[in-house]
T-cell receptor, first 111, second 111 residues
Framework: DTAVSQTPKYLVTQMGNDKSIKCEQNLGHDTMYWYKQDSKKFLKIMFSYNNKELIINETVPNRFSPKSPDKAHLNLHINSLELGDSAVYFC??????????FGPGTRLTVL | DQQVKQNSPSLSVQEGRISILNCDYTNSMFDYFLWYKKYPAEGPTFLISISSIKDKNEDGRFTVFLNKSAKHLSLHIVPSQPGDSAVYFCAAIQGAQKLVFGQGTRLTINP
């Protein structure tokens, strides 16, 4: 299946822990993104990478660090997790066009 | 500052009738507007887009209308089908592929 995949789908952890979410796309796209959907259901961009290079970095705490080992992968590492980090995180990728293809999301719950 | 707004959190339509979803925006520099559909526990799926230089784009049962003077766009679905029940997100894009989303409208198609 050609798609954007994310692991894990659910992540429950304690405050203060460090966690990572992995994203992979096999669509051959050069650009990948991380979005956050908060409790009010707003979807907001966090980061964008083009061919492993950071091109968009919204106002996100520096506890969040994206890592792109190659253009098919964009992982999100979060240090010192806080209650307010609880959200659904979506990875996406796009060809050189406006359409973006989203992964299924990772629901992060910080206790 | 919310640049893309969907003022109706929910909409209920009878099967076979027309569904009209509305979206307003504030930034006149947006280049493209897109509609995404989202089922529970899945990522958003691209539906249809329109360039800022057009006023209408049609794809099967889905038509998007853009009124630049009013900074308003709408998605028409006709005829509505039960499988159309989902949350619909309006989004806009400017330049470097940064999608700005509205807060979504939950569409329910009643048999």
């Amino acid at each position: 299946d050609t798609a954007v995949s994310q692991t894990p789908k659910y992540l429950v952890t304690q405050m203060g822990n460090d966690k990572s979410i992995k994203c992979e796309q096999n669509l051959g796209h050069d650009t990948m993104y991380w979005y956050k959907q908060d409790s009010k259901k707003f979807l907001k961009i966090m980061f964008s990478y083009n061919n492993k290079e950071l091109i968009i970095n919204e106002t996100v705490p520096n506890r969040f660090s994206p890592k792109s080992p190659d253009k098919a992968h964009l992982n999100l590492h979060i240090n010192s997790l806080e209650l307010g980090d609880s959200a659904v995180y979506f990875c996406a990728s796009s060809p050189p066009s406006v359409e973006q293809f989203f992964g299924p999301g990772t629901r992060l719950t910080v206790l | 500052d919310q640049q893309v707004k969907q003022n109706s959190p929910s909409l209920s339509v009878q099967e076979g009738r027309i569904s009209i979803l509305n979206c307003d925006y504030t930034n006149s520099m947006f280049d493209y507007f897109l509609w995404y559909k989202k089922y529970p526990a899945e990522g958003p799926t691209f539906l249809i887009s329109i360039s800022s230089i057009k006023d209408k784009n049609e794809d099967g049962r889905f038509t998007v209308f853009l009124n630049k003077s009013a900074k308003h766009l709408s998605l028409h679905i006709v005829p509505s089908q039960p499988g159309d029940s989902a949350v619909y997100f309006c989004a806009a894009i400017q330049g470097a592929q940064k999608l700005v989303f509205g807060q979504g409208t939950r569409l329910t198609i009643n048999p």
